[in-house]
């Protein structure tokens, strides 16, 4: 299994394999869990070639301690990859290869998919998500990239460099714990109990998703509010419906339109999301 971390070493693999087509793309911060073998699994049978990136990105961390606790497992990681996908190529690089004039992010127009949620709570992240995206994209030129739904506004805005560079973006489904918490790397910094405790982002996802046409917006957002209130360590940031297409915010209820409810909640200094379509 090649590992890649030079420019050099990456232009004469992709010269010598450029007879194979097509190549396709997992993009990843590391800390693998089994999200991510299922999209490594997925791109290993859909195409000739496949790249999996491990990059902690510094510019989509607009908190400097969520930056410095990220796992990082490299050692680990490769030797999980070589076991789900011996053929593929894993390409680190360093920070100054993929800001080569520093930690500088570009401007976008996201179309107002940064508006709420994510792009409110964090703001930079989509600029930093999308810097090093399209930057992956020109280095490694993949046919097809794919990204889980767990990020499910981050994947939105992917689609848009994705469309502008000609990538095609799989979107792959959210992949849980037996509990049902979304899989994360930040699982990893929880406590086996409040590991079991976080299973309660995915019971409010099912509740409301039952409840939803049922009952007003607001005692939708009181079910998120009541759940979380009573765990220690616990708190609700957001709790937000949505177009599923647009992400703007719900304010009246439209059946005929697909909705999609999304949460953040902080576990003590975990932050942890999660979303499910409604309808």
């Given at each position: ?264 909640v902080w576990v003590d200094d975990v932050r942890l999301i999660d979303n499910m379509l409604l309808i």
């Amino acid at each position: 299994m090649p590992v890649i971390q030079t420019l050099s070493e990456l232009e004469e693999f992709k010269k010598s394999h450029s007879d194979q087509r097509p190549w396709g793309l997992v993009p990843t911060m590391g800390a693998l869990h089994q999200g991510h073998l299922s999209l490594i699994e997925k791109a290993a049978k859909e195409n000739a070639l496949n790249f999996v990136s491990i990059f902690v990105n510094p510019t989509q961390f607009n908190n400097t301690n969520d930056l410095q606790s990220y796992p990082q497992t490299l050692a680990s990681d490769l030797d999980t990859i070589q076991n789900v996908a011996p053929k593929a190529c894993v390409f680190v690089p360093s920070v100054e290869l993929m800001y080569p004039k520093g930690l500088q992010v570009r401007s976008y127009n996201f179309l107002g998919l940064d508006n709420g949620m994510e792009g409110l709570y964090r703001p930079g992240h989509f600029e930093g998500v999308a810097t090093v995206v399209e930057r992956l994209f020109k280095l490694l030129s993949p046919s097809i990239a794919y990204f889980g739904e767990k990020d499910f506004q981050q994947l939105k805005i992917v689609e848009l460099i994705g469309a502008k560079m000609q990538v095609d973006i799989q979107a792959c489904p959210i992949v849980r714990e037996e509990n049902g918490l979304a899989m994360s790397s930040r699982n990893q910094r929880l406590t086996a109990t409040q590991k079991e405790q976080a299973a309660v982002l995915y019971h409010i996802l099912k509740k409301v998703k039952a409840a939803y046409g049922k009952i007003s917006l607001e005692e939708l957002h009181q079910i998120a509010v009541q759940a979380i209130t009573p765990l220690p360590g616990f708190s609700l940031e957001y709790f937000e419906i949505a177009d599923n297409q647009t992400l703007k915010k719900v304010e009246d209820y439209d059946i005929s339109a697909e909705s999609r409810a999304f949460i953040s909640v902080w576990v003590d200094d975990v932050r942890l999301i999660d979303n499910m379509l409604l309808i």
